[in-house]
């Protein structure tokens, strides 16, 4: 898109964009918001759905010789076209005028309006979509309020199956393509598509295929109705009664924004969040619904000492005086820690000041990766391996697990702090080698075997329970927000820490996670003069790492080809 | 050149003026290659190869010739569209979809003299520079791909297709495609989408005009069968001397269809705008069926608007504007239009008043109901929802109000779709309501509206009668 601006009357005021920007966006910008359904900035743009549609004027060509009499700012007069323009597809010109608010532009929506509800079942309150739809939305903004259509409807399939995650129900479709290009132009797996002609026009999945790719939730978010559904969340819950919380998934290292949809310290739903540097408007199928183990009745929900070979559940004080009378016992080099890539620079920076504190510096994580899927998805499944690195300064953080394991076998370890990980399933160790060491606390959300082979077990707050900030693949800088609280006596991994430091001896007289920030802040020169708020919801570069995400740079090539608004 | 004899009961008529249909239904002529070589043909593909391929656009132009599938654009104007300064292949495509409902002329070209509109072709690409060129050919047409795949062949083995064409360098090839049977395919974006093996769903004018953004992305040119075909009397001719025939931005001969109620239904090729509405009937056509009067007409294949016997039309004659009833009207684009309707695809349907207004509108809208694509919504909606009420219209459940709400409907439709086809299907109902409002109400039944929405219907109709 070139630099150079055109001048744009919208509803008489006027306006500069740059040449290039679709007439829907520059409406947008100027508050004017065009309502609309095919229309997807990051989605080729077939004008579908009318809905957009605005009456545009330009100036009229002047005869030869003539010159057009400008107003008192320099602008020509505008003359507007009988036939109004759809707005999501067209670009801006030079002096053209839109009007977003003309008796043409509402005529237009409310028949556009009118002919997308007379076969569009009239049941608002058992759909699923109820709340979050755009039909109810500008039904009630640019709807007539009663129906003239006498006729029956059309009926058509409902309930189809057509993979194992979305659920279709054609009556409410209102064919505006989102899902098919979705599927065809971002997830490369085009399955979906239409049958049938005119008003029985049916979107199906292609006989003997099934919408089953790694991003097919993601066409239960644009679709605009209650056509595509989750099979995991449909009639769980009331879309209004959810509270939001802008977060970050931590299922790899791409660090996927996303909202949380909660109620009552239950998670009912994920959703993508737009962030154009690190996951578009989409999210992995794997990773948003990684989260019905939140509410498992495997949560640990209090501290647990060991007495007898018999776990007790006791007080934070009692376990935490436990924990501290049995590490200050050892020598510093008797002491290993294991965290998780799982924790943020904060809980990282604790971890740090425990290590300090009782002298060890044998300390690592343990390494998730799996295969990267060109898309969205990491080879690094941990979402913080880089603050590990950046914060325990340690170029390769999970070299040092196998010291460990040496210690242990040899005896030299003697005492093992496991923080936020389970050992036994996830980094390879037995019970048998942690019942060589004398004592071991770990600290995890679920119970696990690796708890079962510890003296002192502390529930730590899952990712959705704690806030804080991590670095993802890119080297960008994101915020972790708490969406729930934790069940039981569970802590934050930084409060717990806090507390131990402080059971050991080492008040430090930090009470928040943001106070934390700050002293990142303080102690390291990426974080120099960084503020929680600067960060924001969509974060901040705070570190070259030399990887990319692969769909985030071909959606940039779509962009720079003005396929796509972007 | 000899006499031209035609088939017993099939000669024309004194008042045409056969150019195109020289050959439709002459005696002792054939579809093959031996034939149409015998009458001096591809003479004029070898003189326009001698030419500038500008020269020919040239020609085109000069000759005004208009595009005789429905918009009447002219063609040589539309050859210029294609950027100056293009890289890209080239494509010339015929639109050989022949669907209008009352249009059955490319069929004839097409079932009876193939070698014409390849020839049409063959200069068309020349003049273009497409190496590449195809016959879009409905579904409908079996026998018409089989004849035309064999002129192909023919020829190519003669050296009028294929590599290096009469020596001159110039390569073409041309290639049958048949359709499946959908309306929308004859909207030149939604053809190009069908032969580019997708569902034909219109594209958005802008960025998509085919000359610049048509099959593949590349510049294309779509042109009628008949539209084509003129190119090769136009190089016969010159272009000057083709601009005689037929009235000032008028030009050429064209072929009208005319079908319904008239004695003697069938295609006739006149001069442009050389011919009145009511020659063509009363003449022509046999005049209407007897004790029959002219209740309306549809000019130009079944979307345009309908004109009402009786009707009195303003038309400029000279300098002055003049009334006129609907048989004077000269069969022409620039007087159909200014007639309020259009000349279309030269589907000439009469209507006499033996016919229901509400049952022919109901015939149409059911038509259009059934091709609408189903793209964009207020074609997709609207078209189904017309068809529903006149349905009931014509089941005697037509409510008073229905009309209003008939017409308000085709207006939320007309001028707010992707494609054409939103003013093909809206038209037809905004004209009959508002020239046969009148018939179509009496039409209606008073008591209706109760018994539409009355508690009793409703329960009846979800089965919960008591």
């Known amino acids: 898109m070139s630099e150079e601006l055109v001048s744009v009357q919208i509803d008489g005021e006027w306006h500069q964009f740059p040449k290039g920007t679709r007439m829907i966006e520059a409406c947008r910008q100027a508050g004017r918001e065009v309502p609309h359904y095919c229309y997807h900035p990051k989605l080729s743009s077939p004008g579908n759905c009318r809905m957009c549609l605005v009456e545009m004027g330009m100036p009229p060509r002047p005869k030869p010789g003539e010159e057009l009499p400008l107003d008192e700012a320099g602008h020509p007069p505008i003359q507007w076209m009988p036939r109004p323009v759809i707005a999501c597809a067209n670009t801006v010109a030079p002096n053209m005028g839109i009007r977003t608010d003309s008796p043409l532009t509402n005529a237009c929506r409310q028949g556009v309006m009118e002919l997308l509800l007379i076969n569009h079942p009239l049941d608002c309150p058992i759909c699923d979509q109820a709340g979050e739809c755009s039909l109810q939305e500008f039904s009630v903004e640019h709807g007539r309020g009663e129906s003239r259509f006498r006729e029956q409807k059309v009926k058509k399939p409902k309930n189809v199956d057509i993979g194992p995650r979305v659920r279709l129900d054609d009556e409410r479709c209102i064919m505006c393509s989102r899902c098919i290009r979705f599927t065809d132009e971002i997830a490369d797996d085009p399955v979906l598509g239409f049958t049938d002609r005119g008003s029985h026009t049916v979107l199906t999945v292609h006989p003997g295929q099934q919408l089953a790719n790694n991003y097919s939730l993601n066409t239960v978010d644009i679709c605009p109705v209650g056509a595509l559904t989750s099979n995991d969340f449909r009639f769980q819950m009331r879309v209004w009664f959810l509270k939001e919380t802008n977060t970050i998934d931590t299922n790899c290292a791409t660090g996927a924004n996303i909202v949380v949809y909660s109620r009552e310290n239950v998670i009912y739903r994920i959703t993508p969040r737009q962030n154009n540097e690190v996951n578009s408007d989409w999210m992995p199928d794997s990773h948003r619904l990684n989260f019905h183990w939140i509410n498992s009745e495997l949560r640990l929900t209090a501290p647990l000492v060991r007495e007898n070979g018999v776990f007790r559940e006791c007080s934070w004080a009692e376990s935490l005086q436990v924990a501290a009378d049995r590490l200050r016992s050892y020598a510093g080099g008797d002491i290993a820690i294991i965290v998780s890539a799982r924790l943020t620079n904060e809980e990282l920076l604790m971890a740090k000041r425990l290590a300090a504190l009782l002298g060890t510096d044998l300390i690592a994580a343990v390494p998730r990766t799996g295969e990267a899927d060109n898309y969205l998805v990491s080879a690094d499944r941990n979402p913080n391996m880089n603050g590990v690195k950046l914060i325990l300064g340690l170029d390769d953080p999970v070299a040092k697990l196998g010291e460990i394991r040496s210690g242990l076998a040899g005896g030299t370890v003697r005492a093992l702090i496991v923080l936020q990980e389970n050992v036994i399933d996830d980094a390879g160790f037995t019970a048998e080698e942690l019942g060589r060491a004398d004592f071991v606390l770990s600290t995890y959300p679920l119970a696990n075997p690796t708890a079962d082979a510890s003296d002192v077990v502390l529930p730590g707050a899952c990712w959705a329970e704690k806030s804080g900030t991590m670095i993802n693949v890119t080297g960008r800088l994101q915020r972790l927000k708490r969406a729930i609280d934790g069940p039981g006596l569970t802590l934050e991994p930084w409060e717990l820490l806090r507390d131990l430091i402080q059971a050991l001896g080492g008040g430090n007289g930090i009470y928040s996670a943001d106070e934390l920030f700050k002293q990142l802040t303080h102690d390291y020169p990426e974080f120099a003069g960084l503020t929680l708020s600067q960060v924001g919801d969509l974060g901040v570069p705070l570190i070259e790492t030399g990887q990319t995400i692969p769909l985030i740079e071909r959606e940039r090539e779509r962009k720079a080809r003005g396929i796509i608004v972007g | ?466």
């Open chain 2, 1 to 466: 050149m000899a006499d031209i004899n035609y088939l017993p009961g099939k000669e024309p008529h004194a008042r045409e003026h056969r150019m195109i249909f020289r050959n439709v239904d002459r005696a002792g002529w054939d579809t093959s290659i031996a034939t149409y070589l015998k009458e001096g043909g591809y003479e004029q593909l070898k003189a326009a190869l001698k030419m500038e391929p500008k020269a020919v656009t040239e020609e085109v132009k000069k000759a005004g010739v208009r595009g005789r599938g429905g918009a009447g654009f002219p063609a040589g104007l539309k050859w210029t569209f294609i950027p100056p300064n293009n890289t890209k292949p080239v494509y010339l495509i015929c639109n050989a979809d022949e669907s209008e409902p009352g249009t059955f002329k490319d069929r004839y070209i097409i079932h009876q003299d193939p070698h014409q509109l390849i020839e049409g072709m063959a200069i068309a690409c020349f003049a273009v520079g497409a190496k590449l060129a195809y016959i879009y050919i409905r579904e409908e047409f079996p026998e018409g791909a089989k004849i035309l795949e064999k002129a192909i062949a023919e020829a190519r083995e003669k050296g009028f297709l294929g590599k290096n064409i009469q020596g001159t360098g110039f390569d073409l090839e041309i290639y049958v495609h048949r359709g499946a049977g959908a309306y929308i395919c004859g909207e030149e974006t939604g053809l190009i989408e069908s032969l580019e093996g997708k569902r034909p769903y219109p594209r958005i004018k802008p960025p998509y005009f085919p000359a610049a953004m048509g099959l593949y992305l590349c510049p294309t040119i779509v042109n009628n069968v008949e539209t084509l075909c003129h190119v090769k009397h136009i190089i016969q001719m010159g272009g000057d001397e083709y601009a005689k025939l037929g009235t000032p931005n008028n030009t050429g001969t064209r072929i009208l269809c005319v079908s319904g109620d008239v004695q003697k239904p069938g295609y006739f090729e006149v001069q442009v705008g050389k011919v009145t509405m009511g020659e063509l009937i009363h003449d022509m056509c046999g005049g209407l069926k007897p004790g029959r009067k002219l209740k309306a007409v549809i000019p130009g294949g079944s979307s345009a608007k309908v004109l009402r016997g009786g009707e009195v039309f303003k038309i400029k004659r000279g300098d002055a504007m003049v009334d006129v009833s609907l048989e004077d009207i000269p069969m022409d684009f620039d007087t159909l239009a200014a007639c309020g309707s259009m000349a279309g695809s030269g589907g000439v349907i009469v209507i006499d008043d033996s016919r229901s207004i509400s049952w022919v509108l109901n015939n149409l809208n059911a038509f259009y109901a059934h091709e609408s694509c189903g793209q964009c919504t207020p074609c997709r909606e609207g078209s189904l929802w017309m068809k529903k009420i006149t349905d009931r219209l014509v089941a005697g459940q037509g409510a008073p109000g229905d009309i209003d709400t008939l017409d308000s409907v085709a207006r939320q439709i007309d001028g707010r779709t992707i494609c054409a086809f939103g003013e093909a299907c809206s038209w037809p109902t905004e004209a009959f309501v508002a020239k046969f409002r009148d018939e179509l109400v009496a039409d209606t039944n008073p008591g209706t509206a109760d018994a539409i929405v009355n508690r009793e219907t409703l329960l009846a109709a979800a089965n919960l009668a008591q």
